[in-house]
């Protein structure tokens, strides 16, 4: 399995959750690193990105509460998600990213994701 998220969970209207995801990669420290989310019915979107740099990137639904973090030396990227509303309710999904013309594209095979449900 190359991609393994976790963290997920039911949570009320205004809480947090914290998602992990550990990613088999060899280069990893030296590859962009991407949350997806995906509402039923809904397509696959990109939440958050950062850069083998650090540099972060954000949604506009999710910016000023949601933080992308990354770890090397566990191959691991996380998402720490705060004041979650019922419209967060979705299958969030990690992935390694290429920026490629004017989106980021997915480099590995999805992973089983991580259910996040949010209750008003």
């Known amino acids: 399995v190359q991609l393994q998220a976790c963290g997920g969970g039911l949570v009320q209207a205004g809480g947090s959750l914290r998602l992990s995801c550990r990613i088999s990669?060899?280069?990893?420290?030296?590859?962009?690193l991407a949350w997806y989310r995906q509402a039923p019915g809904k397509q696959r979107d990109v939440v958050a990105t950062?850069?083998?740099?650090?540099?972060?990137n954000y949604t506009d639904f999710v910016k000023g509460r949601f933080v992308i973090s990354r770890e090397n030396a566990k191959n691991s990227v996380y998402l720490q998600m705060n004041s979650l509303k019922p419209d967060d309710t979705a299958v969030y999904y990690c992935?390694?990213?290429?920026?490629?013309?004017?989106?980021?594209?997915?480099?590995?095979?999805w992973g089983q994701g991580t259910q996040v449900t949010v209750s008003s």
């Open positions: 950062i850069s083998s740099s650090g540099t972060t």
């Open positions: 990669e060899a280069s990893f420290s030296w590859k962009a």
């Open positions: 992935n390694t990213v290429r920026w490629y013309g004017t989106t980021w594209l997915p480099l590995k095979p």
